[in-house]
């Protein structure tokens, strides 16, 4: 349903460490990986230990590795150095609190946070909510200033993500100008079964507002 909406990337939930609705195993993960269509971004989403992260991305192979975690810089480091020579990428979540305004992160001024990840090595940065409930897939929106403050501080593809939908996200696309925006439960029925109408609408209103932004250093991301 995602590619036939036109989607340009698909997430894999893998083994997440944190309970959610959407998670799968490594060996069902690789096979969805390999059955994709060549011309869509395969996105593992994991989190947890960097060597875990690293033996799960070299069984399911996809394109990119989205840390959606507590990763440290340290931890980014090395699960970049873990897949060298591997062609995979690896992209990383900003997590904000949505009632402190705080990243999750060392530093946790997120504009902060934004900077130092910037120059971790990492292929693109994604700005999500998160809530006391839920790490990700929180259905909240963020305050879209911030982001919109991110995407001018640093030449880093920046991935919008955090209680988008249909409705929404073409404004969000005109106020922060992202590279890509990111969803998950705002395409859904229920938690974890989605909805091909909601899916196709999703991505006529990002991509009808210009959402995916080439640049010099991202053009070959997606």
Not at 35 to 54: D, M, R
Not at 55 to 66: C, D, E, N
Not at 192 to 197: F, P, R, W
Request: hydrophobic share 45%; net charge negative.
């Amino acid at each position: 349903m995602a590619e036939t909406a036109g989607a340009d990337a698909l997430g894999f939930v893998t083994e997440y460490p944190v309970p959610v609705p959407w998670n799968l195993d490594r060996e069902k993960a690789a096979s969805l990986v390999a059955s994709s269509s060549p011309f869509v971004t395969t996105v593992a989403v994991v989190g947890g230990a960097p060597e875990e992260v690293i033996r799960i991305a070299r069984k399911v192979r996809p394109r990119v590795v989205q840390l959606h975690g507590d990763e440290s810089l340290e931890d980014i480091r090395q699960v970049l150095d873990g897949l060298k020579g591997t062609g995979i990428r690896v992209i990383k979540a900003l997590r904000i609190d949505v009632d402190t305004g705080e990243a999750l992160f060392e530093k946790t001024d997120p504009r902060k946070a934004c900077s130092v990840l910037a120059g971790s090595g990492i292929a693109a940065l994604i700005v999500d909510s998160k809530t006391s409930s839920r790490p990700a897939g929180t259905g909240v929106s963020l305050d879209w200033d911030l982001p919109a403050r991110m995407v001018k501080d640093v030449d880093l593809p920046l991935i919008l993500a955090g209680g988008l939908n249909f409705e929404n996200v073409a404004t969000a696309v005109a106020k922060v100008r992202p590279y890509a925006v990111d969803v998950i439960s705002g395409v859904e029925k229920e938690p974890g079964v989605k909805d091909g109408e909601k899916m196709r609408a999703f991505v006529a209103a990002a991509k009808r507002f210009g959402c995916i932004e080439i640049r010099e250093k991202s053009e070959d991301l997606f």
